[in-house]
């Protein structure tokens, strides 16, 4: 499957108004298909506060979502009763429900009680898998989003659904730049960052962010939680400055564990640092790693560089629209 990456203007991409439905009722399709940009998000700042019972952690950071993205189309259909289809570029990812895409249409039509529809869904794949930048998380974000256009639903359901979802959806969603804390489902709109390019690098195997917070659990140190934080509310307020302003206030708890054991991620740091970044940091639990430059030519460089690695190098903007 290929969606022509030429439809993408901006968001929403125009919500494919030749298909829109001319039947009323309240909960009638305004839209047949809608096809959305589904960005990657990167964390300036990731701290783990504690374990929780119910198997998740509270966190508290900073997440910036970036132009880097995988397009999802969402389609709409009649059908007796209610299935969901999923149709993906990289055939190693489930089409069931093992894939987020899948289960947030699946819990939006039951948390909304619309029956006699299927969900198609189209995933052209972009953002690397289990890389630390809430490729799924997007994807199903964007499904949401989706749907919530085609039948009119207000976003405080939406992001009801979303919080049910996964940790980074309800971010996913939201858009732009936010503080992020609970299990990441309170979120405080921040400022977003300043121009910058980023580029972001992904090599070697990928990470199981589940694994990633068990290792976490036995490191994470809450006596400097107020040294850390100190950190954070700096960063909230220099953000869209230059990089250099802010760089000592970047942090991620996972580096810790993760970088010790995944030589391509600590490998990628080094090259991001002698190309001259910014600000160089992992994202999420890892290991995509994402350097902060501030001009093209010299995040070009890096972007050769790490290709000539082998690694799969992107090259970004900060995406500072809120979503919805």
């Known amino acids: 499957m290929a969606i022509e990456s030429s439809v993408f203007e901006k968001e929403v991409c125009s919500l494919m108004e030749v298909g829109k439905s001319e039947s009323g009722g309240r909960h009638a399709a305004a839209y047949r298909q809608v096809i959305l940009p589904a960005y990657a998000k990167i964390n300036l700042f990731l701290d783990i506060l504690s374990a929780r019972d119910d198997g998740y952690h509270n966190i508290d950071g900073i997440m910036h979502a970036v132009t880097l993205c995988d397009y999802v189309s969402v389609s709409i259909g009649g059908f007796d009763g209610q299935q969901v289809f999923v149709e993906c570029s990289d055939p190693s990812l489930p089409s069931g429900k093992g894939n987020l895409a899948y289960r947030a249409a699946e819990l939006f039509m039951e948390q909304t009680g619309l029956t006699g529809y299927s969900v198609n869904i189209g995933i052209e794949k972009n953002i690397p898998v289990s890389a630390g ?20 639903i207000d976003k405080n359901t939406l992001f009801k659904v979303a919080e049910k979802i996964g940790s980074d959806v309800a971010f996913c969603l939201m858009g732009g730049c936010a503080r992020a804390e609970g299990t990441g489902n309170v979120l405080t709109p921040l400022s977003p960052m300043g121009k910058c390019f980023i580029v972001i690098g992904f090599k070697g195997k990928g990470v199981s962010t589940p694994e990633a917070y068990g290792k976490a659990d036995g490191i994470y140190h809450p006596g400097r939680k107020e040294e850390r934080h100190a950190e954070l509310g700096r960063l909230s307020e220099l953000i869209t400055g230059s990089p250099s302003d802010y760089s000592g206030s970047l942090f991620n708890v996972f580096e810790s564990v993760v970088l010790p054991e995944h030589d391509g991620a600590s490998e990628l740091k080094k090259i991001l640092s002698e190309c001259g970044a910014e600000a160089v940091l992992m994202s999420g639990s890892g290991p995509s790693v994402f350097g902060l430059f501030g001009n093209r030519d010299s995040a070009e460089t890096a972007k050769r560089k790490l290709s000539g690695i082998g690694a799969r190098t992107f090259i970004a903007r900060p995406e500072r629209t809120s979503l919805i």
């Open 133 to 152: 930048l809430a490729g799924g998380s997007t994807d199903a974000a964007a499904v949401i989003r989706a749907l919530g256009y085609i039948f009119d």
